[in-house]
């Protein structure tokens, strides 16, 4: 089993940026894809960017040209960049490997907290 430990989430004024990190524990992540998933109050949990064990990428359309997925394999580490940020990113964010059908694959961790300020 993977455990991860996401941070970085905050209080954030519209066109904001915030970095949230993502630790994880276990060799398998360097040979996995990673995912950042987003779950809104009274949503569904959404897959909102991954990426390849080889670094190719792949964004929700309601992120796309405003968020940038990227890994340290070395540090097992994967970073969601966030700019431009609206009120509807307002989401606990989580990471996770990512399956074939674009769902986690390991038990979640607490998350961490991304709020709209305005």
């Known amino acids: 089993q993977v455990q991860f430990v996401e941070s970085g989430g905050g209080l954030v004024q519209p066109g904001g940026s915030l970095r949230l990190s993502c630790a994880a524990s276990?060799?398998?992540?360097?040979?996995?894809?990673m995912g950042w998933f987003r779950q809104a109050p009274g949503k569904q949990r959404e897959l909102v960017a991954a990426i390849t064990d080889g670094g190719s990428t792949n964004y929700a359309d309601s992120v796309k040209g405003r968020f940038t997925i990227s890994r340290d394999n070395a540090r097992n580490t994967v970073y969601l960049q966030m700019n431009t940020l609206k009120p509807e990113d307002t989401a606990a964010y989580y990471c996770?490997?990512?399956?074939?059908?674009?769902?986690?694959?390991?038990?979640w961790g607490k998350g961490t907290l991304v709020t709209d300020s305005s």
């Open positions: 276990g060799s398998i992540f360097s040979i996995y894809p």
């Open positions: 996770n490997l990512v399956d074939i059908n674009s769902n986690g694959v390991n038990a």
